[in-house]
């Protein structure tokens, strides 16, 4: 995919809600041994609904966003959608393949990314431990992430995975805040073939969640009215 050199003029607006927060938007760049990488960094522009790369590509990139959101995206065997991961400003993603992706990655909004070159990252890391423990690190945190939605799809009812997701968004967004409104670039059919479920079963949980206090509904995302409850429904104090 061809993406575009990003500029001051380019980078992604936040719907025009001044007290919306973009999730870490403008993320910085990386510390602790990732930052040795930027050398080889560029900036580019992705537009909403274009793809990094597909499934079986060549991994010759990885990258970082700087602002906006992309999803992970692959297919089952039986051919349906699966949406594996949104990624926020700040989160890196590319690093974790090996000579060809396993996955198709996209932008869900207008994002700005830093893409590094894997051949230039590969060679710097044999020279550097700081810098392949960081990416070692990066990769086991991925696989946690995936053994962790693995249990959320083996073991919770329907709207006990829609709760953990909007949980999981609002400690990634706006950890500990109550009253917070959280940007979900996603749509609804995102987050049911993320979660394994229908359309129908997000929504409907999402309005009883709204019903009981927990959250409320906003343009473009929600707001967190009781981080407590929601945790509670997450946990199987209420039942779907």
């Known amino acids: ?3 575009q050199q990003a500029s001051t003029a380019d980078r992604p607006r936040s719907g025009g809600a001044t ?3 973009a ?3 403008a993320a910085p760049p990386p510390q602790g041994g990732l930052d040795l990488i930027e050398q080889f960094g560029t900036r580019r522009l992705a537009r909403r609904g274009q793809e990094f790369y597909a499934a079986g590509d060549p991994a010759q990139f990885c990258y970082r966003i700087v602002s906006g959101c992309v999803r992970t995206v692959g297919l089952d065997e039986d051919g349906r959608r699966q949406v594996a991961e949104f990624l926020l400003p700040g989160d890196l993603f590319g690093f974790d393949s090996l000579d060809t992706h396993h996955l198709s990655a996209e932008a869900l909004t207008d994002t ?4 590094y070159p894997r051949r230039a990252v590969d060679a710097l890391a044999e020279q550097h431990p700081g810098l392949a423990r960081r990416l070692r690190d990066l990769t086991l945190r991925n ?3 995936a053994h962790e ?3 959320l799809l083996g073991r919770k009812s329907a709207g006990e995975r829609v709760a953990a997701f909007l949980l999981e968004m609002a400690e990634r967004t706006a950890p500990g805040a109550e009253g917070t409104h959280i940007a979900l670039p ?7 073939d993320h979660l394994g479920l229908t359309i129908e079963t997000v929504s409907r949980t999402m309005a009883q969640l709204c019903r009981e206090g927990a959250i409320a509904s906003c343009k473009s995302g929600i707001e ?5 409850a929601l945790a509670n429904f997450c946990a199987g104090g209420t039942r779907h």
């Open 186 to 192: 996603m749509t609804r059919a995102d987050m049911a």
């Open 149 to 151: 939605k693995m249990f």
């Open 23 to 25: 999730p870490r938007d």
């Open 19 to 21: 007290r919306w927060a």
């Open 143 to 145: 696989l946690r992430r």
């Open 224 to 228: 967190i009215r009781d981080r407590e």
């Open 1 to 3: 995919m061809q993406l």
């Open 112 to 115: 700005v990314v830093v893409c």
